[in-house]
């Protein structure tokens, strides 16, 4: 094989934040895929101080080593302002600390001459766009991306670019807003639903039956119930299997309004396709005369850091093309044309106050 000759503009750095772990990887935009080795996995609190908060996220940054470019992408979970980079966390439970903080700033202040910018996205979107250029959702121009885990992430696409306002989308375009019999969806469908149901159908069976769980202790996670459900465990099955016939009830509709021709699915939950594939299917088909196709995703460990680096190449191309004040613009493209324009971050924010220093905290 010939050598690969990069350039550093070729290499976009890029963090994927959750709730408990940061990644780091540096992706080459021309191939989609990290390059150097696998992505850095460090661990995170999100009930830590702003200030604590933003040195994890840089020690994961830093650990990438120099020779990449100085853009970076960022996918974290909102509540959040991306196009200030400005955390709105108030009441949710994690991140707190960064509510009104300005997130960018800390990063490069922290990151000094190896970040010129950062360009923050959702991190159910950056999912989405990175299963669209080289997954499960590659040459479909509408389709609906599911993060399947602690909760329901989604995201509506339209030729690679979220779309989070609109008739044809729910509101914010997030799934988890649906509510199904009268409950929040993700009551249905969620790691918290499916272990809680196994548990309500299982704990009144006999004591020493194959069936019978402690009345008391830990619940076994979704990997462990599918696995009982694939030995012939009938609670497990339904657990799992009603949960996911819901979702597809719930989404059928907005499928069908929005004109998805496929469902890809990521998260924990997809890890059991065997079961959550056809039971999906079937709450689409109850509802949908046309139901779209559901599809397990094809890069579930790195599509969220390729997405973040294609919205980060796409953000700085659109930031460079825009003119001065007084200047008409000028018809342009990305090379080789292969995406458009990213569009101002979704998830828009009503106005707030100035964001707070970093290391002041709220």
Same mark, same amino acid.
Not at 320 to 333: L, N, V
């Given at each position: 094989?010939?050598?690969?000759?990069?350039?550093?503009?070729?290499?976009?750095?890029?963090?994927?934040?959750?709730?408990?772990?940061?990644?780091?990887?540096?992706?080459?935009?021309?191939?989609?895929?990290?390059?150097?080795?696998?992505?850095?996995?460090?661990?995170? +609190?999100?009930?830590?101080?702003?200030?604590?908060?933003?040195?994890?996220?840089?020690?994961?940054?830093?650990?990438?080593?120099?020779?990449?470019? +100085?853009?970076?992408?960022?996918?974290?979970? /909102?509540?959040?302002?991306?196009?200030?980079?400005? /955390?709105?966390?108030?009441?949710?439970?994690?991140?707190?600390?960064?509510?009104?903080?300005?997130?960018?700033?800390?990063?490069?202040?922290?990151?000094?001459?190896?970040?010129?910018?950062?360009?923050?996205?959702?991190?159910?979107?950056?999912?989405?766009?990175?299963?669209?250029?080289?997954?499960?959702?590659?040459?479909?121009?509408?389709?609906?991306?599911?993060?399947?885990?602690? /909760?329901?992430?989604?995201?509506?696409?339209?030729?690679?670019?979220?779309?989070?306002?609109?008739?044809?989308?729910?509101?914010?375009?997030?799934?988890? +807003?649906?509510?199904?019999?009268?409950?929040?969806?993700?009551?249905?469908?969620?790691?918290?639903?499916?272990?809680?149901?196994?548990?309500?159908?299982?704990?009144?069976?006999?004591?020493?039956?194959?069936?019978?769980?402690?009345?008391?202790?830990?619940?076994?996670?979704?990997?462990?119930?599918?696995?009982?459900?694939?030995?012939?465990?009938?609670?497990?099955?339904?657990?799992?299997?009603?949960?996911?016939?819901?979702? /597809?009830?719930?989404?059928?509709?907005?499928?069908?309004?929005?004109?998805?021709?496929?469902?890809?699915?990521?998260?924990?939950?997809?890890?059991?396709?065997?079961?959550?594939?056809?039971?999906?299917?079937?709450?689409?088909?109850?509802?949908? =005369?046309?139901?779209?196709?559901?599809?397990?995703?094809?890069?579930?460990?790195?599509?969220?850091?390729?997405?973040?680096?294609?919205?980060?190449?796409?953000?700085?191309?659109?930031?460079?093309?825009?003119?001065?004040?007084?200047?008409?613009?000028?018809?342009?493209?990305? =090379?080789?044309?292969?995406?458009?324009?990213?569009?101002?971050?979704?998830?828009?924010?009503?106005?707030?106050?100035?964001?707070?220093?970093?290391?002041?905290?709220?």
């Amino acid at each position: 094989m010939p050598p690969v000759n990069r350039t550093a503009a070729d290499l976009v750095p890029v963090l994927d934040v959750g709730g408990t772990h940061v990644s780091a990887a540096v992706v080459d935009v021309r191939t989609g895929e990290p390059a150097g080795g696998p992505p850095v996995r460090l661990p995170l +609190r999100s009930d830590a101080p702003a200030a604590a908060v933003l040195d994890a996220l840089a020690d994961a940054a830093l650990t990438l080593g120099p020779g990449h470019g +100085r853009v970076w992408g960022v996918a974290l979970p /909102g509540p959040f302002d991306y196009a200030a980079g400005v /955390g709105r966390y108030r009441g949710t439970g994690k991140f707190e600390a960064l509510h009104g903080v300005d997130v960018g700033a800390g990063l490069r202040r922290r990151l000094a001459d190896r970040a010129l910018d950062l360009h923050f996205l959702n991190d159910a979107d950056a999912f989405a766009v990175g299963e669209h250029r080289s997954g499960a959702a590659a040459g479909l121009r509408r389709v609906l991306v599911l993060t399947l885990g602690t /909760g329901v992430g989604s995201c509506f696409l339209d030729d690679g670019v979220p779309v989070r306002e609109g008739p044809d989308v729910p509101p914010g375009g997030e799934a988890c +807003r649906l509510t199904l019999h009268g409950r929040p969806l993700e009551e249905s469908v969620s790691r918290r639903a499916i272990r809680l149901r196994y548990a309500a159908l299982v704990r009144p069976a006999a004591p020493g039956t194959p069936d019978a769980l402690p009345a008391e202790g830990p619940l076994p996670d979704v990997r462990e119930i599918a696995g009982r459900a694939r030995r012939g465990d009938r609670h497990a099955v339904r657990a799992v299997v009603s949960g996911c016939e819901d979702l /597809g009830r719930a989404l059928g509709p907005w499928c069908d309004r929005f004109g998805a021709a496929a469902v890809v699915v990521g998260g924990s939950i997809a890890g059991s396709w065997d079961l959550v594939g056809p039971a999906l299917a079937r709450g689409l088909g109850a509802v949908c =005369p046309h139901p779209p196709e559901p599809r397990p995703a094809a890069r579930p460990d790195t599509s969220a850091l390729t997405g973040a680096a294609d919205w980060a190449l796409r953000r700085s191309a659109a930031v460079a093309r825009r003119p001065a004040a007084g200047t008409p613009p000028a018809p342009s493209a990305l =090379p080789g044309g292969a995406h458009p324009p990213a569009p101002e971050p979704p998830h828009p924010e009503p106005p707030h106050p100035e964001p707070l220093d970093p290391e002041e905290g709220p």
